[in-house]
């Protein structure tokens, strides 16, 4: 077992930035890819971005890409999401997870996920 827990979410005006974290304990974290996956109301879980086991491989949405970094330090068994330049289109609850499996392939796919967080709310006003 796996337990996820995001924090650091919150309001913010469109343009600014916002760093959320995900902290883990349990298995042991180093081992795995880690995800940031998200969901706005009225609509489906969406890939953020992927690290992984050691972050040297970083994978993210179109979407996001050039205004978030994922990064991670296994010390802390911690995952982060810096998000730069927010859009009110980004509004949404950000969860973590830990992809099944080996830790040196990176998915897009949320049912290649099998531990999540209870989520953060990030909301970006225009």
């Known amino acids: 077992q796996v337990q996820l827990v995001e924090s650091g979410g919150g309001l913010v005006q469109a343009g600014g930035s916002l760093s959320v974290s995900c902290a883990a304990s349990g298995r042991t974290f180093s081992i795995y890819t880690m995800g940031w996956f998200r969901q706005a109301p009225g609509k489906e879980r969406e890939f953020v971005a992927a690290t992984n086991w050691n972050g040297e491989r970083t994978y993210y949405a179109d979407s996001v890409k050039g205004r978030f970094t994922i990064s991670r330090d296994n010390a802390k068994n911690t995952v982060y999401l810096q998000m730069n330049s927010l859009k009110p289109e980004d509004t949404a609850f950000y969860y973590c997870?830990?992809?099944?499996?080996?830790?040196?392939?990176?998915?897009?796919?949320?049912?290649?996920?099998?531990?999540w967080g209870q989520g953060t709310q990030v909301t970006v006003s225009s």
């Open positions: 997870a830990v992809k099944r499996g080996d830790g040196y392939s990176i998915s897009w796919y949320s049912y290649d996920y099998n531990y």
